[in-house]
């Protein structure tokens, strides 16, 4: 089960909490005292199961100087210091079946090439196991830049923002130049949806193989049961026999004996009832609706990954089944980065990730930007308009931030773009910038007072526009429509003059 477990857990530490979860404990001889020492059963930890995986003996190999001593690492008055693990292929002796093995030799040599990649160590190219960090890509992003494997670092007042860093410099980059850093939030966001798509068509499959796991690993669990229920019971049956061989003159020794028989009998009685406990129908099987229910969260995968009990490293974890590495690149683009997504198959796939800048210079969409502002601000578009128009059309600022009135007005004063705001601290001229008349200009050219004017512009005798509620009036007039406008006033006036003579 150790091994089978790790082959699942990838980690040491993962197995030895699994098996204090359930709870399994572990052998152990302690070697103090005189021989022969005593097999002792203890909860598990990191250090038994390292000890269990490290073994040859379990692969059936007998081995001889798996350590030596670095004399540059010896320290005064410790006499055992400066021991160091030899590679495997440095050992002097390894004598392959010698004993009844667990595993084979190619399992063994992959389980220790799998412990040595779980240390945290981004300068021998181990990407570490998974932990429970926010950052997604940790131990796969690599740098687009150098090849080299990216560091994180977390900032923010409680570490809240992780970054993916090549922290160290490169000879190709003059000192103190790095080679680049990027934002991890961004990019695991991006990331993870590539996944969750990749995954999707498997989706059923993944639910009727986690079904079949956790079926399989209730069985397994069961099974452990009888085992220990055997090694207590013979426990129980040696105890009782020391007991039995004992003189009776010597009482202390039986009333020591009879103690310790007591206690191996009240273990025995404990592991009895617990795997009757374990023997039920709801402690073996999943019933009829928890397999419905499984199926039918194991189909929405989505909500499986951000579910609550999902833990960072449980994503990690399954990240690292699909996806080998992704290769960044930050300074490839202005605004963008470039990252590269290599599956476990071999496959790659490349995208581009706009960030989130801290200046309009480094804004990825600066020109195209600066082009809609200044079309439609010649459309008479009013600041808020434009920002809610930017909003809808998908751009955004330069920190990643929906756009507002105050900032197009910055954008507009930046590259000097006219507004269609009409503003006079006096009286409006005849005619606007653009060519159009104002009201006071329309009832000068024509002839007539303004009240006429803005009683044409309600009936729709003059065409015109207000850039919002309050802004001056902008009419269209070309000489006909003045032309025609005059001989009609005119012609009004002639009319009501005839009349008043007439009267």
């Known amino acids: 089960m150790v091994f089978d477990k790790f082959d699942e857990l990838g980690s040491a530490r993962a197995v030895a909490r699994y098996l204090r979860r359930h709870p399994l404990p572990l052998p152990t001889r302690p070697l103090r005292g005189a021989a022969p ?3 002792v059963w203890q909860p598990a930890s990191s250090s038994r199961v390292l000890a269990i995986l490290h073994n040859p003996a379990y692969a059936g190999a007998y081995a001889y100087g798996q350590t030596t001593t670095d004399p540059t690492g010896r320290r005064p008055d410790h006499p055992h210091s400066g021991r160091v693990q030899r590679p ?7 004598l392959h079946q010698r004993y009844p093995a667990y595993l084979s030799w190619e399992r063994y040599v992959r389980n220790q090439a799998r412990l040595a990649d779980n240390q945290n160590r981004y300068q021998a190219d181990r990407h570490g196991v998974p932990r429970q960090g926010q950052a997604l890509l940790q ?3 690599v740098c687009g830049r150098c090849g080299r494997r990216m560091q994180l670092r977390y900032s923010g007042p409680a570490g809240q923002y992780p970054a993916y860093r090549r922290g160290e410099t490169h000879p190709a980059f003059p000192a103190p130049q790095h080679c680049q850093e990027v934002r991890a ?7 993870e949806q590539h996944l969750l798509h990749a995954l999707a068509p498997d989706q059923l499959a993944l639910a009727l193989a986690a079904l079949e796991q956790l079926e399989r690993e209730a069985e397994t669990l069961h099974q452990q049961g009888p085992l220990r229920i055997e090694r207590a019971r013979c426990e129980a049956e040696r105890a009782a026999r020391q007991y039995h061989a004992v003189e009776p003159e010597n009482r202390l020794v039986a009333r020591s004996l009879e103690s310790q028989w007591e206690a191996k009998l009240r273990a025995l009685e404990a592991l009895e009832q617990d795997q009757h406990r374990r023997s039920t129908p709801s402690m073996r099987a999943l019933g009829d609706d928890e397999r419905r229910a499984l199926l039918a969260l194991g189909q929405d995968l989505p909500t499986v990954w951000r579910a609550p009990t999902t833990t960072p490293a449980d994503r990690k974890q399954i990240l690292r089944l699909v996806i080998a590495s992704v290769v960044i690149d930050a300074k490839r683009e202005r605004g963008r980065v470039w990252y590269r997504i290599v599956w476990q198959t071999g496959a790659t796939e490349e995208h581009w990730l706009t960030r989130n800048v801290s200046s309009l210079d480094e804004h990825p969409d600066v020109e195209t930007l600066q082009q809609r502002i200044g079309a439609l601000s010649q459309a008479h578009k009013m600041d808020a308009e434009i920002a809610m128009l930017l909003n809808e059309e998908g751009f955004r600022t330069a920190r990643g931030h929906p756009f507002t009135a105050s900032n197009v007005w910055r954008l507009r004063k930046h590259w000097a773009l006219s507004s269609s705001k009409e503003t006079s601290t006096g009286p409006h001229p005849l005619r606007w910038a653009d ?8 009832a000068t050219t024509i002839g007539v007072t ?8 309600r009936e729709g005798r003059l065409q015109g526009y207000q850039a919002a509620k309050g802004m001056p009036w902008k009419l269209a007039l070309s000489e006909g429509d003045i032309l025609d406008l005059q001989q009609y006033v005119q012609r009004v006036r002639r009319i009501k003059r005839s009349t008043m003579e007439v009267a």
């Open 139 to 141: 131990g796969l992003a």
């Open 435 to 442: 060519g159009t008349y104002s009201i006071a200009g329309a």
């Open 450 to 457: 303004l009240g006429t004017v803005y009683q044409w512009v």
């Open 37 to 39: 020492h005593a097999l």
């Open 88 to 94: 495997l292929e440095h050992w002097p002796v390894c």
């Open 185 to 191: 939030m961004a990019l695991d966001q991006a990331v």
